[in-house]
């Protein structure tokens, strides 16, 4: 069940080059969002722009609600210029979360796809004993309060947290799909039971791919535009495996990634 609400803006930091961290009171939402679902934002306490916009909840504290967000367009630009004290009206949380089922979780993520990703790894903490998280970036500079705001939502004895950067700069030299893949060439008994991605749409390809390779059970969360956020648009639709599309607003955003079609997928 959804809610519709007008929340309280609490906070909107920046988090990096163009990362901000907005949080929301709004306990109805909060008390029912899981990983991977979404919310439905107005982006302005103003009439413009009109439509809402989709963000992945990247967690909850009490009764408040945390989007991590990445600044890319008009609305987001908007959104940045928020502050305390401000009324935003939100629905949600809306569509398909993580199963977060395995023993041996990995999860994948590139760019801003660690928002949701960040969530489902604090939730996994409290029921095994170690969660794999890479996390994937051009580089390293400005990150720091991001840095800073991992070590304080996620355990660090539960949740492994592994970076590539494509400069170098920090971890593994080059893409995420890289530590998924010394992860998978494990033996059998040591290697991720579970996989969990969001990110760009190639490195979803290749983290699908990869995973169907080693038969390791993968579970993805589909960025597509969206102007409802319910189904009733039809504007969020991906093509799905045996023909015919799947609603990412309502069937997604999380699905299993054998249940998409990768070769009719977008670039």
């Known amino acids: 069940m959804s809610n519709c609400l007008t929340a309280t803006v609490k906070s909107n930091q920046p988090m990096g080059p163009g990362v901000y961290l907005l949080i929301l009171e709004a ?72 199963e977060l089922s395995g023993q041996r979780p990995a999860l994948v993520g590139g760019g801003i796809g660690i928002a949701p990703l960040a969530f489902a ?12 998280l890479f996390y994937g970036l051009p580089g390293s500079t400005g990150l720091d309060p991001l840095m800073e705001l991992f070590e304080q939502r996620l355990d660090p004895v539960k949740v492994a947290l592994s970076f590539s950067t ?53 579970q993805v969360s589909l960025e597509a535009p969206m102007a409802c956020g319910v189904g009733a648009c039809l504007g969020c639709a991906v093509p799905a495996a045996g023909g015919g599309y799947a609603r990412a607003c309502a069937e997604g955003p999380v699905m299993d990634a054998a249940l998409i079609d990768w070769g009719r997928m977008g670039p």
């Open 27 to 98: 306990p109805a939402i909060a008390t029912a969002a899981q990983p991977g679902q979404f919310v439905m934002l107005r982006v302005s306490p103003g009439p413009e722009p009109l439509l809402a916009r989709p963000f992945s909840v990247h967690g909850v504290e009490g009764g408040r609600v945390l989007i991590l967000y990445q600044v890319v367009g008009k609305g987001t630009a908007l959104l940045k210029e928020v502050v305390e004290g401000q009324e935003l009206v939100m629905w949600g949380p809306l569509g398909r979360g993580f």
């Open 166 to 218: 494509e400069d170098g700069s920090l971890g593994k030299e080059g893409l995420v799909t890289f530590l998924l893949q010394d992860s998978l060439s494990l033996p059998v008994a040591e290697r991720p039971d579970a996989v969990l991605a969001c990110g760009p749409m190639p490195m979803l390809k290749a983290v699908a791919a990869m995973c169907a390779e080693y038969e390791a059970p993968c």
């Open 121 to 132: 790894a604090e939730r996994l903490s409290k029921e095994v004993d170690e969660v794999s």
